[in-house]
């Protein structure tokens, strides 16, 4: 939020050494700007050389999906910009994103290239667009309807400090977005490679044998329907119990209730009460939910959760985990849904020794804690950002 000094305004937070007040211009007397155009659709001469065809989607992108020839390139109203080129996607599913071109390559119309003048920073530019989306999409698209165009983010009112303050601002924001895109990647992978380890740790397709497995581990393993554990007493399926909004009103407390919802992890409200103080293998009645592995602490359960209590004779990781995977493979009949009774025949797991249980149980959770701690970086550093986008700007 800006601060108002007489007549000139300037942002609650600056570099030190900055004192200098703030101008108000148009974006058009700051930059130079064009769009460009499209060759002929199915042209055949037109598309298959050299020249990266940047699409509106891909103005963040180190490459493209489409290429030009020389040939379709000087046939068509298509420009080429270079790296470091401010690109602006005027309309279609994207309108109102902007990126610092990473490629040198020609656009097509749904693009408008922004060039900044001697006296002013693309980061700056970009960043300050970024923070204006909001602002510009519901003033210019409406409802989704309507096109941004160069005349429109031409005449946008900027304030803009001096050139070194501005690359200081411009620079900070990039670095951050750059951590922020490195966590993002690093999420990703290992949200691939938990995906990837699921499949290859657990035997499928009837077979004994898992494609990965822990060194020392060489026995088959079997094949268990839940049911046939619940009798030989090495788990048992259940339901919870009726947990009203209302009862949590009436007997408040420090316990969480867990329900089939997605969001907060499942966790509804608290309660005075609770049932349980283990570790427990819960999943959602309806079919849509995930099997979930609680920590140790005390918790309640509603009746549209079932439930695993376990044994010493399993590893309770393992069994979630596993669960967790055959979860995402099945597609519940919702008239019927995965009531316990259901599930007793509907799941056959593969069974190995405790000692392999835990080993596996084990590795998942490491990654899982690695995916948690990636995705806690990755929310903080977007709320630094956009604690830094209102701050930073008048």
């Known amino acids: 939020m800006a601060e108002q000094h007489g007549k000139t305004l300037v942002p609650q937070i600056r570099f030190a050494g900055f004192t200098d007040p703030w101008e108000q211009r148009k974006l058009g007397e700051l930059t130079e700007s064009y769009s460009g155009g499209t060759p002929a659709a199915g042209e055949s001469e037109f598309y298959g050389g050299s020249i990266p065809f940047i699409r509106s989607a891909e103005i963040a992108a180190e490459s493209t999906e489409l290429f030009l020839t020389e040939k379709g390139y000087e046939s068509s109203s298509a420009r080429m910009v270079k790296p470091g080129d401010v690109l602006y996607a005027l309309y279609g599913a994207t309108s109102g994103e902007v990126a610092v071109s990473r490629q040198k390559g020609a ?220 979860h995402s493979q099945i597609h519940f009949d919702y008239t019927v849904k995965a009531h316990p009774s259901v599930i007793r025949d509907l799941y056959t797991l593969s069974w190995t020794s405790l000692t392999e249980q835990r080993r596996i149980g084990a590795f998942f959770d490491r990654l899982d804690s690695l995916i948690t701690l990636h995705q806690r970086k990755l929310e903080l550093l977007r709320n630094i950002k956009k604690s830094m986008l209102d701050k930073m700007f008048v």
Request: net charge positive.
């Open 107 to 326: 656009i097509n119309q749904a693009i408008l290239a922004i060039l900044p003048r001697d006296d002013c920073d693309a980061r700056y530019i970009t960043a300050w667009l970024r923070k204006q989306k909001g602002y510009i999409v519901t003033t210019y698209l409406q409802g989704g309807q309507g096109n941004l165009s160069g005349v429109i983010v031409k005449n946008l009112e900027v304030f803009i400090p001096s050139l070194p303050e501005q690359q200081k601002i411009g620079f900070m924001l990039s670095h951050l977005d750059s951590l922020i895109t490195l966590h993002q990647r690093k999420y990703d992978k290992l949200c691939v490679l938990k995906k990837s380890m699921l499949d290859k740790m657990f035997p499928k397709g009837g077979s004994l044998y898992p494609e990965i497995r822990f060194a020392g581990f060489t026995d088959p393993w079997e094949q268990r329907k839940l049911g046939e554990l619940e009798k030989q007493d090495v788990l048992h399926l259940k339901r919870g119990i009726v947990i009203s909004a209302a009862d949590m009103e009436s007997c408040p407390g420090n316990y969480p209730v867990y329900s089939s919802s997605a969001s907060q992890n499942g966790e509804m409200g608290k309660y005075g009460k609770y049932m349980f103080n283990q570790e427990l293998v819960t999943w959602s009645i309806d079919g849509g939910g995930s099997v979930f592995y609680r920590p140790k602490h005390k918790f309640s359960v509603t009746n549209v959760c079932g439930y695993v209590e376990t044994s010493s004779m399993v590893d309770c990781a393992f069994l979630a985990y596993q669960m967790g995977y055959i």
